[in-house]
Nanobody, 126 residues
Framework: HVQLVESGGGLVQPGGSLNLSCAAT????????MGWFRQAPGKEREGVAV????????EYADSLKGRFSVSKDNAKNTFYLDMNDLRPEDSAKYYC????????????????????WGQGTQVTVS
């Protein structure tokens, strides 16, 4: 059983930056794929990025490449999302998620592939 807790959201002006964290507790050794999704009001949950726990391989939503960066610290059982040059359209609730299987780019379109979700953290760009 794994639990996830996000932190780091908030209000930022356009062009600003935020760093989100996701701390995992419990049976973290079975985890392999770690990801970030976001959901704005009235919209579907959208994949942002995924990272493989062991090898560190990453996949990003095409529209976010170059502005967002996912990273991890296995010793702390924590992974991160660095967001730069934020725009009002980036405003959403951001969720971290994990899965026991490998990371594949198609999983950014398939939130149902993931086992466990955090409670979400709000990011508002205004």
């Amino acid at each position: 059983h794994v639990q996830l807790v996000e932190s780091g959201g908030g209000l930022v002006q356009p062009g600003g930056s935020l760093n989100l964290s996701c701390a995992a507790t419990g049976k973290t050794n079975v985890l392999n794929c770690m990801g970030w999704f976001r959901q704005a009001p009235g919209k579907e949950r959208e994949g942002v990025a995924v990272i493989t726990r062991i090898h560190g391989g990453t996949e990003y939503a095409d529209s976010l490449k170059g502005r967002f960066s996912v990273s991890k610290d296995n010793a702390k059982n924590t992974f991160y999302l660095d967001m730069n040059d934020l725009r009002p359209e980036d405003s959403a609730k951001y969720y971290c998620t994990v899965d026991r299987g490998s990371c594949y780019s198609y999983m950014l379109d398939r939130p149902d592939e993931f086992d466990t979700w955090g409670q979400g953290t709000q990011v508002t760009v205004s």
